[in-house]
């Protein structure tokens, strides 16, 4: 139905090869185009993008943290251990008896006995109740048998499987893993991520809407533009381009500056992790954003702020009619 | 050129603007719409160049019915058609040039084919010193022969014009005439609508005239008929 009033009309005016290159042609001038147009308002459009940023930059820095958290977690998995506590009131006989069958066991590695003066005086030192002990008659504590297990029962259920056998035994009042603790913190850092999965979700929800809301609102503004340029036929595509451009600069814009914050929180916590490191006696580095992950996060920054003015502009540029 | 056949054209709220209308404008021929405000002259370009769709009837261009072409070819029909509009609807950021260059740079010319006849469409009109002026700068007069430059700048086979007069002196008007009187010269459709009779009687050419959304004449003004 297009060749109306000429034969073929579109061909006879624009040779094929000269329109396909004037099609990429437009595509880049309106690219830069639309990189213009932001920059001839910039403090608005550099408040948008860096409200995207912050959104972008906050799912980033929870995942950084997260990143690193099981990171530590992951070295301390075998570093279970198990402390026994031992009846009150037995032997030394007993418990030198006790230490020596223990030790014989397959899946033990090292045993360390702590009497209740050890654990006194421990408890003394580490905890600054010291003075409260002076109140109490008898010495509270327990003695207590460290049991390492060996590395191939060192397993959070390997462990436990030793823990079981060892309750067995009648000198021990009470058993603990010291995997426990590891557990929870494995459940805690568990519903950490999918705290930050759903915090995400919210937060490029909230990209969207900002992209699409900012186009809706350019394409009013351009409103007679539009309308003139469907007056001497532009196709709706061709009216769209420069919008998707425009939404496409504030998602890559947007990804940069969230890149650029979270790289300066990494580089201002950085120091304090090494402190805090340096005391527990390690030598913990913090970690940035890697390359694929940066790439990620701008390639979804630039694809979120496509789709959403895709979507708008779709809605939008349909019911402008001249 | 255009043919309308028995067209109808009611708004929503039942406000009738055109009740079976009919005339042919052959190819190459030059006319005048008039009649008073309200008589759906404006109605009668629209359903030409597709802002509206008839409700009943039908509506030729060169030998085509354009009443039931989609939506999607609406752009590329609209390049053939010149229009022109008493408010010339101008892009007030851009220059005279980019304002111009819009239909060919929406059709894929390539930058120097636009840059030349960008210049030869601002060239016919007088306006080649002022490409790269901002419309807000310049005269009403030149503003509307901008306004025409972009109209015939990819050269199509008919020019609508409504009110191109509307808000100019007598002896601008006369120019802007003059200026559809050369493009017809060459074969260009002309249809323009206008309630300026005086204009009308100056020039004596055929004029078709609606009187409440009715064709109530059709030829040289004064020896119509109905």
Sequence with gaps: ?322 | MIKFEQVSKVYSGSHQALQKVDFHLKQGEMAFLTGHSGAGKSTLLKLISLLERPSDGKIFLNGNDISRVSRRHVPYLRRHIGIIFQDHRLLMDKTVFENVALPLVIEGYGRNEIERRVMAALDKVGLSDKAFCIPVHLSGGEQQRVGIARAVVNKPPLLLADEPTGNLDPKLSTEILKLFEAFNSVGVSVLIATHDLGLIAKMRYRTLTLKNGKMSSDGLLGEGHA
Excluded: C
């Design chain 1, 1 to 322: 139905m297009r060749n109306i009033l000429n034969p073929s009309p579109r061909i006879a005016k624009v040779p094929l090869h000269k329109r396909f290159l004037m099609y990429w042609v437009n595509h880049f001038q309106q690219a830069i185009g639309s990189l213009g147009e932001l920059w001839r308002t910039p403090m608005a459009s550099l408040m948008t993008m860096a409200v995207l940023g912050i959104s972008l930059a906050l799912p980033a820095s929870f995942h950084l943290l997260l990143k690193n958290a099981e990171r530590v977690t992951a070295s301390w998995d075998n570093a279970a251990e198990v402390s026994l506590f031992l009846q009150p009131g037995l032997s030394d006989k007993t418990t030198q008896n006790f230490i020596q069958r223990i030790s014989l066991y397959d899946e033990v590695d090292a045993v360390t006995y702590i009497s209740k003066e050890q654990a006194v005086a421990e408890f003394r030192e580490m905890s600054g109740f010291g003075n409260a002990l002076d109140y109490l008659d008898s010495n509270p504590l327990p003695a207590v048998v460290q049991v390492t297990p060996k590395p191939q029962h060192a397993s959070p259920a390997g462990a436990k499987l030793l823990l079981a056998k060892l309750q067995q035994e009648k000198e021990v009042e009470q058993g603990k893993l010291d995997i426990e603790w590891l557990e929870r913190l494995h459940s805690i850092i568990n519903l950490a991520v999918d705290s930050v999965v759903a915090i995400a979700f919210l937060l490029l929800a909230s990209v969207l809407l900002i992209v699409g809301n900012t186009i809706r609102l350019n394409i009013l503004n351009r409103r007679s533009e539009i309308e003139v340029m469907k007056l001497v036929g532009a196709t709706d595509s061709f009216i769209h381009r420069p919008f998707l451009y425009t939404g496409l600069w504030y998602g890559l814009i947007g990804g940069l500056i969230a890149w650029v914050l979270t790289s300066s929180l990494v580089l201002w916590m950085e120091s304090a992790v090494i402190k805090v490191a340096g005391l527990y006696q390690s030598d913990f580095r913090l970690l940035g954003l890697s390359f694929s992950e940066f790439l990620f996060m701008v390639g979804l920054a630039s694809l979120l702020g496509l789709i959403s003015s895709f979507v708008t502009v779709k809605r939008h540029i349909h019911l402008i009619e001249p």
